[in-house]
Nanobody, 116 residues
């Protein structure tokens, strides 16, 4: 059973920055794809960014050039650096771990609120 624990959310003004972290338990981290998703009430959860085992990245168009995903396999941790935040980035952000053996695992989510 994989446990994912997110941290780093909070309230930030428009134009500000936040860094989310997600610490994973177990031995599967280094051979898993990691991702950050977000969800607002009444809408489907959407992919924000993902990073493969080899470090390849993918971003939603809405965050390209502003967000950066990275991973530290030695620490079993994935990060999401969020810059130039906008009110429309407000959401609950979820960490995801996927591999072909264990399937999908999700964190509990962390709230990000962008407001003046």
């Amino acid at each position: 059973q994989v446990q994912l624990v997110e941290s780093g959310g909070g309230l930030v003004q428009p134009g500000g920055s936040l860094r989310l972290s997600c610490a994973a338990s177990g031995r599967a981290f280094s051979f898993s794809r990691m991702g950050w998703y977000r969800q607002v009430p009444g809408k489907q959860r959407e992919l924000v960014a993902s990073i493969t085992e080899s470090g390849g990245t993918n971003y939603a168009d809405s965050v390209k050039g502003r967000f950066a995903i990275s991973r530290d396999n030695a620490k079993n941790t994935v990060y999401l650096q969020m810059n130039s935040l906008k009110p429309e980035d407000t959401a609950v952000y979820y960490c995801n771990q996927y591999n072909r053996i264990l399937g999908d695992s999700w964190g509990q989510g962390t709230q990000v609120t962008v407001s003046s």
